[in-house]
């Protein structure tokens, strides 16, 4: 199983008036962390959606456990724990700079055509993806 590490620094925009950052931004940084992944493996997003697949989110599930502020160094880790053709699954953990985890989150991906349908991704992705997934029960 590969976990991929990224860095987030927390910006004012995304704190509360309490200076305690907004749970809706651990979404966009678990997103960021998901992206990064599938840079790492050779594949964007952008490419995915030119050659006519669509990774769109079915579930996203986050559990705080501590509060990030504004200027944290954090690290977002994200690991592909479940590949069908159709179906992606990953898990996160959001540290913070001693490495003590912030956050846990999980997103179920479905793959859909240029009608929105649901379709299977390309043997080639598949395979490409494959060595790094860790497979655990839903």
């Known amino acids: 199983m590969q976990i991929c590490k990224s860095s987030v620094i927390v910006r004012y925009a995304e704190t ?4 305690i950052v907004h749970h809706a931004n651990y979404l966009i940084w678990l997103e960021e962390g998901r992206s990064e992944f599938l840079r790492r493996h050779g ?3 952008s490419d995915l959606e030119k050659a006519g697949y669509y990774v769109v989110v079915a579930e996203a599930e986050v559990r705080y ?3 990030a502020f504004y200027e944290n160094r954090l690290t977002v880790e994200t690991r592909l ?3 069908r053709r159709k179906l992606l699954e990953f898990r996160y953990r959001v540290l913070d700079s001693g490495g003590e985890p912030l956050a846990e989150g999980r997103t179920v991906h479905m793959v859909l ?3 929105r349908r649901p379709t299977g ?3 080639e992705i598949v395979e490409r993806l494959q ?4 497979e655990q029960p839903a």
């Open 43 to 45: 594949l964007c997003y």
């Open 81 to 83: 724990v479940r590949l």
């Open 121 to 123: 991704l390309p043997r």
């Open 65 to 67: 456990r501590s509060p």
């Open 16 to 19: 509360d008036a309490q200076g």
């Open 131 to 134: 060595s790094s997934v860790a």
């Open 113 to 115: 055509n240029c009608e």
